[in-house]
């Protein structure tokens, strides 16, 4: 099912499905599959910031990859301007990344240590080959300040930087080419917490000027609620609530979704001592071998016995129609 109408979608995802083997043996055959990403489906709208969390190895960030097509997928489509990325050559889906970049968490390891910046951020003109040598060093220039670096710098290298100057090299180099969709894959967790609200801004910023569209793979929920449009909850490699950044937080309807949000601690002091914990018993199933029904029901405190049986689909229970941008999904029997 997909979540929305497909009219204002950039990017429509169509039952996902990213599965690692598991190969045994001298023959080294398949005797298993990790279902990192397990029939995930959602559009994101042009002009949106759409929020993915979840605990650690949910699959949020194998979604952003797949969705790039960083990495292969199983089966499901990828649809960005309404082309089927899942069907394109490697010719044409170099082309079409042109249009769709990658922010990676790391803003060290994602960038070469052996090249100047201005070479890092240069690489996808070349690789596109978009204007002539001195315009594209022009534009390296443009984007070093729009990011809020010195052009200056232009001739130094990675580890001359401090980690949020290097996240905006990244920005920087994933702007080149005048994306229009982002993946941005946990863009602040390796940075201080001082600089991390100057990053945040920055991408809020340059949304907002240059009409960008993002998916913020994050597991700071808090952030998440400051940047993003809507929000979607991952657990065990399927969405279980995806609606608007307000409904979410204000009124969660799955008890995955109200666990999380209960553990974001707040600055009031009164407000802190208030608030009450759920704390979630038992471990994460594996994903190489999932439960049955419901995959939420072994830590669920309200699970009964359909919670056990049926696997529960997205639904808006306050809405008709099922198709609609603004409605509140949940896959919960209880919801």
């Known amino acids: 099912m997909i979540i929305g109408t ?58 952003g990859l797949a969705m790039l097509r960083l990495l292969d997928i199983s089966s499901g489509h990828i649809l960005f301007n309404d082309r089927d990325l899942s069907t394109l050559s490697r010719n044409d889906l170099r082309m079409s990344r042109k249009h769709m970049q990658m922010v990676f968490q790391d803003p060290y390891s994602s960038l070469n240590p052996r090249m100047t910046v201005g070479s890092i951020i240069i690489e996808p003109l070349n690789v596109h080959q978009v204007g002539l040598r001195g315009e594209r060093r022009q534009r390296v220039q443009e984007l070093m300040q729009l990011v809020g670096l010195n052009p200056s710098f232009i001739n130094r290298y990675p580890h001359e930087f401090s980690g949020g100057q290097r996240q905006r090299i990244g920005l920087a180099r994933a702007l080149a080419t005048s994306p229009s969709f982002i993946v941005a894959d946990e863009p602040i967790s390796a940075l201080d917490v001082s600089i991390q609200a100057q990053v945040v801004n920055l991408m809020a910023d340059l949304r907002s000027r240059l009409g960008l569209t993002y998916l913020m793979v994050s597991h700071d929920l808090s952030m998440v609620r400051y940047i993003s449009d809507r929000v979607a909850v991952m657990y065990l490699g399927r969405i279980v609530e995806i609606g608007d950044r307000d409904p979410v937080f204000d009124a969660p309807r799955h008890p995955y979704t109200r666990a999380l949000l209960s553990a974001i601690p707040t600055p009031d002091p009164k407000r802190e001592r208030a608030r009450q914990r759920i704390v979630l018993h038992g471990d994460v199933p594996n994903p190489a071998d999932p439960p049955s029904g419901c995959r939420f029901h072994p830590r669920c405190p309200l699970a009964t016995s359909i919670c056990r049986e049926a696997d529960p689909q997205l639904r808006d229970p306050d809405s008709a129609s099922p198709l609609t941008r603004a409605s509140h999904f949940t896959a919960c029997h209880h919801a």
């Open 6 to 63: 497909a009219a204002e979608a950039l990017v429509q995802v169509q039952d996902l499905k990213v599965h690692f083997p598991i190969r045994r043996g001298l023959l080294k055959r398949q005797v298993g599959a990790v279902q990192a990403v397990d029939g995930v489906s959602f559009n994101v709208y042009r002009g949106e910031t759409l929020g993915l969390v979840g605990e650690s190895g949910c699959g949020k960030s194998t979604t």
